[in-house]
């Protein structure tokens, strides 16, 4: 004990320039019930009570500023309900630098040791607070079973850790490091905010029976306002949305806009739901994308691409899918498709300006034509736009724009090839639109649901 105190105290004198460091140090996992989180036994003797042997994958970030990376320790528990003196220690880099420490996540799966795909218990505890040091535990409420508590300490502005072994086993005296923070949270400082793991789409929330604006949290910790549709084939998550019924909500925005959401996520509205967090959410799950596209009340069409992402920044948000129907849609290609291809608006434009088809779209005129384009969109190739001009004098029941001068409205390519005219545009005008995103079987998907048509 006094040996390793004594380390300490010798790397902290001669360590001048220490790096802020953020270490956690889980101390203890009580267990009790035996049990996987789908509440089976973790063995043959769950049944009197004994524990489970585990995995734990923990990670920490300070002042929540990225995703916890895990580091991954293996806790032969000898089948205990209660482990004590676990000792392991999980770090972040000073990320906090030279701003006040507000406080971190920590990130805990326990799994099971003989077969890592099942889950003991997984939680996201998020702590509020300015104390430098301290303890505290966390409970999982397993509902019909006991429920797990973890126990663990924090310490901030420490030297970064000089030996990393797979396993950091601390000795046990090493929480003598410690003492000095173990005081209880006084009324001064915030008391330690735990909450459960938060839900990163519509289908995370707990008990969502009806469709409505809920709060979701892509990134683990920053609160976004959606809207969740609850089908009777799954919970949709809606990302983007049109109607022209209600013109508030300007979508000809600059590039910087689209980075962020804008609009009001209700059922039938003008919402988008910002590239940052489209790119953050399709990276964690695999997604399918539904495509609606409404005519008057009538559905005029319904796409579905699977594995969509939106790549980061650095790829201008690239969208990555792959089409249920090839050669419509995102799918639809001239010379290319807006699959795998960069977002652009009119701040940003990506793709060659002498593309006559892309004059509603580049802002652009290479025939002199009197242009209106609109919005931002992945033009790949030039045939779609679902966050256009919303435009209400559109022949009633087809919704075809007489001309392709002026504005070209809300495209989406429903047929293959050029049209008509030879353009890569179909010259109908959609007046509700909406983009979703799930993670079910679309094989469960009713190709005829056309209720977000007629609300
Ligand atoms: C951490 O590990 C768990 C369990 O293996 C895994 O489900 C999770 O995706 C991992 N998280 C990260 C950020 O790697
Ligand atoms: C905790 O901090 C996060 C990140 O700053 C914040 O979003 C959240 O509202 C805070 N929670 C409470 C209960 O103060
Ligand atoms: C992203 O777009 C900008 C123009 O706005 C361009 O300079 C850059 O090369 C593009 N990035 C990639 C990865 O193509
Ligand atoms: C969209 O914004 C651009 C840039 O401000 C503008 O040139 C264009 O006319 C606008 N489109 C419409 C249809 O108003």
């Not at 676990?86 to 006040?100: K, P, S």
Request: net charge negative; proline share 4%.
């Amino acid at each position: 004990m006094k040996w390793s105190f004594l380390g300490l105290v010798l790397l902290l004198a001669t360590c001048c320039q220490a790096l802020p460091y953020f270490e956690v140090l889980i101390t203890s996992i009580d267990n009790p019930a035996g049990t996987l989180a789908n509440g089976q036994p973790c063995s043959h003797f769950g049944f009197v009570g004994a524990g489970c042997n585990m995995v734990l994958a923990a990670g920490v970030s300070s002042n929540f500023e990225k995703y916890p990376v895990n580091r991954t320790s293996v806790l032969n528990s000898k089948y205990e309900r209660k482990l004590e003196n676990i000792n392991v220690l999980v770090g972040d880099a000073g990320t906090y630098g030279n701003t006040e420490f507000r406080g971190f996540i920590l990130q805990i799966n326990l799994l099971l040791a003989s077969d890592t795909d099942q889950v003991i218990d997984s939680y996201t505890i998020q702590i509020n607070t300015t104390q430098q040091t301290g303890v505290s535990s966390y409970t999982s409420q397993r509902d019909g079973t006991l429920p797990t508590t973890i126990t663990f300490a924090w310490s901030t502005d420490i030297p970064p850790p000089v030996v990393v072994s797979t396993t950091t086993s601390v000795p046990e005296s090493s929480t003598s490091a410690f003492t000095g923070s173990t005081t209880a949270f006084t009324g001064t400082t915030p008391a330690p905010t735990t909450t459960p793991k938060l839900p990163v789409d519509c289908s995370e929330i707990e008990g969502l029976t009806a469709s409505s604006q809920q709060t979701i949290y892509p990134d683990g910790v920053t609160a976004v306002q959606v809207f969740c549709d609850v089908k009777s084939y799954g919970i949709l998550t809606v990302i983007q949305s049109r109607d022209n019924s209600d013109s508030s909500t300007d979508f000809n925005q600059t590039y910087d806009s689209y980075t962020q959401q804008f609009g009001n996520p209700t059922a039938a509205s003008n919402y988008w739901f910002g590239l940052e967090n489209m790119n953050v959410l399709t990276n964690q799950k695999t997604y399918t994308l539904l495509i609606d596209v409404c005519c008057g009340n009538a559905l005029s069409s319904r796409q579905i691409y699977h594995s969509f992402k939106i790549g980061a920044s650095s790829t201008n948000y690239t969208l990555s899918a792959t089409a249920d129907l090839p050669g419509i849609g995102l799918d639809y290609s001239s010379s290319g498709k807006d699959i795998g291809a960069q977002f652009a608006t009119h701040d940003r434009y990506i793709l060659p300006t002498t593309k006559d088809s892309c004059d509603e779209f580049d802002y652009v005129s290479d025939d002199n034509k009197d242009v209106q384009p609109y919005g931002g969109w992945w033009f790949g190739s030039c045939g779609n736009n679902l966050n256009g001009a919303l435009i209400s004098n559109t022949a009633a029941g087809t919704c075809s724009i007489s001309s392709f001068a002026g504005e070209l409205g809300v495209n989406l390519r429903t047929t293959t090839g050029t049209n008509a005219d030879g353009w890569d545009v179909d010259l109908i005008s959609y007046n509700r639109v909406r983009m979703a995103i799930f993670t079910f079987d679309s094989l469960l998907i009713e190709k005829s649901d056309d209720t977000f048509c007629k609300n």
